[in-house]
């Protein structure tokens, strides 16, 4: 392996020093070194200190590492640590926040706010807000349309190139029309939002929560409040987090070990379908799941339904869940106090109406104790069907579960076409062996030009 190349020494930045400062005595290094030798011999140690310095600080620049696109590794990693750090501390406060309400026992009557951000595009990253929705909630009262905050933004015109984006997101997502035109109402929605979170106590802003996914958004957005419309610079914190620390204290104990159990609840979204929360203008659209308003009530109906019961909280229709939710199912404690929690918190009103679709199951129709574990619900149309074609074909007005055969049984009964489990004839399967068995070629010939058709007969015939 060839030698490691060596750094300069202070010798070398003392013969540039002095070439550039008689450059008509030296032409190259070759005689500026030749005449810097017997000087720099002679030279104190504080005369060769700021050359020494400079030698120095070239060997530490060459041990910089840099990334493939150009960026020194060092700086990132110095953000990566601080974005630790931030988060490390957003979680701390969080923690401190809810054990002190819980140790003075105002728990129950914590005021907390969410935010959720809808945005048309992103440019240079700068995102360009379609809705903006909060809500203010605490776990005794849940939340109603009167602490909730929702408008629809015009950012103004879009930039140049991004309106295909902008369709595309507004199609996929919330449907709100991409702006036509250079209006801008941030200026009123700012006044807006500062009215909406005002406190008693002006010394002290509070804290917004907001989901994991759309932390990005909502910082951007409000920092684009703040730069331009004087904002206050609210602080923006992990409702996960949140939703972790209150489902473990409102039982006194480490109900869910980790914060992913939190993001599993949340991200099962079992409200989605519920209409009677959008805003005005998602109340006419096809996809009203992705309305901000929508969002923000129907994640604090997650929350209040999970953590209210061990609190011995009731839950209120309309403030803790849906006002369609089936309270007479709720249990004295949180459904979710396992990873495996129920989803049957609530039911849409329009599925009363709609025919049994095979494989689907209506909690509303049928009880869960009248099935068994196995059973399934056909169409009723394609039962009178099957029963009309064929009098062996037989199905039960109530399926069975079966219990478990075993081949052995199989081989040593007489009949091995029917099973004997159920007391019911059941046809057996045609396998594809026995349909092609049904099927022969025979070499006799048919007759001319009437094809290959002509050589396959029905062995039935």
Known sequence: MPPKKQGNNGFYYFMLHLRDTKPHLYKNNQQAAEAAGPIWQQMSSEDRRPFESKARKSKTNEKIRYTSSGQRVEVLQRQQEEEMRKIQEMKET???????AVEAKTLPDKIFYFIHVNYFCVYHKQYFPAEISLAKWTL???ITKDNVFSMVCKPGTLPVGYSAEAIRISTETHQIPPPSSPECNLKEITLKIEDFLAVDDTCSLPVLYTLNKNAPVVENVLQQLTDCYGLPEYRIFSLEHLFFTLRNCSMNGKVWAAPTLAQFELEKDKYEFCREITCDFHEHVDIPSHCSQSVAIRTVYTVCDNCCGDLEITLIPGQHVPKNANLAGTRSVSRASSVTSSNMGWEQASRHHQPLQMGYLSYGDTETSELSETSTIGDPNETS????????WKI?????RHPFVRESDCQNSSISDYTQTS??????????????AGMSITNEPRGRGRGIAANYTNAKK
């Open 140 to 142: 005794s009262t849940g």
């Open 94 to 100: 969080i923690e401190n926040t809810i054990l002190t």
């Open 396 to 400: 039960p007005k109530q399926r069975k």
């Open 423 to 436: 007391g019911q004839k059941l046809r057996r399967p045609i396998g594809l062996s026995t349909a092609l």
């Open 385 to 392: 069907e099957f029963e009309s074609d064929a009098s062996d």
